[in-house]
């Protein structure tokens, strides 16, 4: 191995160390809201009865959500136009502090109807920090990966999204236990989200310490920055953003389904105990992590757009045998039935984390990607919870969110049946590799060919 090649190798780790701490920290700070759900209705909806209660907690939780396209748009934009990396520092510092603001917040008892307006605020804080982590992330990764493992790498990034529910549902499992529930309601609840603020600090001291992506400091140099990234990734390049709006619906509702809604469908509708339901849930995050990476270095090898159509196709096809199985209600038949979610989840997540980002050119990639993205998150993923719920109400049937899953799949998968392989694909932006190849702009610095 060359000096060169072992100093570029370094580089390549430490941005994927400082972008996979700074995802986590991301997305710790996201997943304690829905665990604490059920404390959350108490404390906030008091008025209404328990299912009344736990629709409006999830509303809100839902109003997170909406606010992303907006974040997605405007940070998209300034992603494209002002670099990765200060947009990257920037939201895990907003994500900290409205996720520390909830723990501190008076409840309906102390303060009255200004408690759940003021929740409502915070999520939309946390929402719009939460549109451009993980394309920002996915980004920053692959624009400094060599072609050749630039899947498995995004994909070691990318799942580590899955392992702070994880960890949350883990803390919530231990102060459950150790604490009265009455100690547990008044104030345990609310140790996850103030955990927001330290952890908020070293995900940004990380990633102040890593260096901008080269795909942008190459156009920043040669002056091919997009001007007005919004207009130009409508104008030109909507049918990616079809088929990123596609594979997300699939990936935010599987994803959301397990992180924001089983717990609360398995405590409440099933009427399992709240250990159980943590344990049960760990463990199939927990599948999902370890096949993330694993789905993305396959794809390295068979594209990215084949792994795709495998993963959504199991997921569709183990939808409703999940579902009646977890209906048993026994702890080993819900691991089982969370675990084949989790796992058709992961052969999801691993192509489409670098797919999301190969779709687009580098001068309008943050936008497109998060756009399209974002938009399916709020549509599929934010309105999970809510729907499964309300879906169980209408019909009386606690597996009617598997038929909603079931479509969702079917006709993504009909949609990228026409998306083009994206795996070998340059991360630099197609201008000018153009001009390079015409012998153009000769003293701009070279680029390595890896990306």
Known sequence: MTETTATEQRRVRKVMSASAIGHFVEWFDFAVYAYAAPVIAMQFFPEFDATAALLSTFAVYTVGFVARPVGAFMLGALGDRYGRKRILASIILLMGLSTTLI?????????????????????????????????????????HSPIATRGRNVGIVYTASNLPPVLAALLVLGLTTALSPDSYEAWGWRIPFLLGAPLAIIGLYIRTRVDESPAFVEMRETKKVEKAPIRAVFAEHWRAML???????????????????????????????SQHALISNSIALLIT?????????????????????IGIAFSAVIALPAYLLVG??????????????????????????????EMFPARVRYTGASISYNLAFTIFGGTAPLLATALITW?????????????VTVLAFAVL???????????????????????????????????
């Open 103 to 143: 723990g501190l917040l008076p409840t309906y008892a102390v303060i009255g109807v200004a408690a759940p307006l003021l929740l409502v605020l915070l999520r939309i804080l946390q929402g719009l920090s939460a549109a451009g982590e993980t394309i920002g992330s996915n980004s920053f990764v692959a624009e």
């Open 417 to 451: 049946l026409r998306m083009p392989e994206t795996r070998s694909r340059s991360m630099r932006d197609e201008a000018i590799v153009a001009a390079a190849a015409k012998g153009e702009h000769s003293n701009e610095p070279s680029q390595p060919e890896r990306l």
């Open 328 to 357: 048993v209600g026994t702890l080993g038949a819900v691991i089982i039935a969370q675990a084949l979610l989790g796992f058709g989840l992961g052969l999801v997540f691993g192509p489409a984390g670098p797919a999301y980002v």
């Open 395 to 407: 019909t009386g049937s606690t597996i009617a969110p598997a038929w909603y899953i079931v479509a």
């Open 243 to 273: 088929f990123v709006f596609s594979m997300a619906a699939v990936a935010s509702l599987g994803y959301y389904s397990l992180t924001g809604y089983f717990y609360s469908y398995m405590t409440v509708t099933l009427g399992l105990s």
């Open 289 to 309: 992590f370890v096949t993330v990476p694993i789905a993305a270095m396959v794809s390295d090898r068979i594209g990215r757009k084949r792994m795709l159509l």
